[in-house]
């Protein structure tokens, strides 16, 4: 499974959109892109995931690039209770695993 | 929210004692997962299973053991726990990929093990 690099860290005032982006320049065609996130001391929670199309749910919207090497999660109004590590994952469906790594962690500001 | 549940929440134990993290789902995942998350650091995948009577290791190393009796449950068995030991624990599941579809991994809330 191909490898992301994410931003350690960001910040993002209460109410206004965070955009946490995620490169993935090795991505395989058959590769998927997910979210993850992960509040302090608890297990990570499904957030989004997709495959070349943008995609939108009740928590996020996903932005893949049209060559697929990079894309951005976005909430579109942060709270307080957004804050917590993201993690951006590729893996081809049916996969061994998925692979973490260190995520970016946010801080929403009041 | 997903039906996964991880007991004990918190354990404080000895060394050298034998202890058991209990993983359960009620979902009928085949897949399940341990992975074990030192405070700031990435998540290793340390077990895994694809059923009943499927065990594999994961990409860390671990003196724990883990079993799948049961659809439902995959429980965690260190023999003898040294104070290494100490860590969050945290069980997944996840369906069974179908025609290529991705899959999502459920979580539990963790057991977080301090080994004195």
């Known amino acids: 499974d191909a490898k992301t690099t994410q931003p350690p860290s960001m910040d993002c005032a209460e109410g206004r959109a965070a955009n946490l982006p995620c490169n993935h320049s090795?991505?395989?065609?058959?590769?998927?892109v997910y979210w993850y996130r992960q509040i302090h001391s608890q297990g990570p929670q499904y957030i989004i995931h997709g495959l070349k199309n943008n995609e939108t749910n009740e928590m996020a919207s996903l932005i893949i690039t049209e060559d697929r090497k990079s894309s951005t999660l976005i909430l579109p109004h942060a709270t307080l209770r957004d804050t917590a590590v993201y993690y951006c994952?590729?893996?081809?469906?049916?996969?061994?695993?998925?692979?973490f790594g260190t995520g970016t962690s946010l801080t929403v500001i009041p | 929210e997903a039906d996964i549940y991880q007991t004990p929440r918190y354990l404080v134990i000895g060394t050298g004692k034998k202890i058991t993290l209990e993983c359960s789902q009620t979902m009928g995942h085949d897949k399940m997962y341990w992975y074990q998350q030192d405070p700031g650091m990435e998540l290793h995948l340390i077990h895994y299973?694809?059923?009943?009577?499927?065990?594999e290791k994961g990409d860390l190393s671990s003196e724990s053991t883990v079993s799948r009796i049961r659809t439902e449950h995959f429980p965690l068995t260190l023999e003898s726990a040294r104070p290494s030991h100490t860590s969050q624990y945290l069980c997944?599941?996840?369906?069974?990929?179908?025609?290529?579809?991705?899959?999502?991994?459920?979580f539990g809330s963790g057991t977080q093990l301090s080994v004195l």
């Open positions: 090795t991505i395989s065609g058959n590769e998927y």
């Open positions: 299973s694809y059923g009943v009577n499927s065990t």
């Open positions: 994952i590729v893996r081809v469906a049916s996969g061994n695993q998925f692979y």
């Open positions: 997944a599941s996840s369906p069974l990929g179908q025609g290529g579809r991705s899959e999502k991994l459920f």
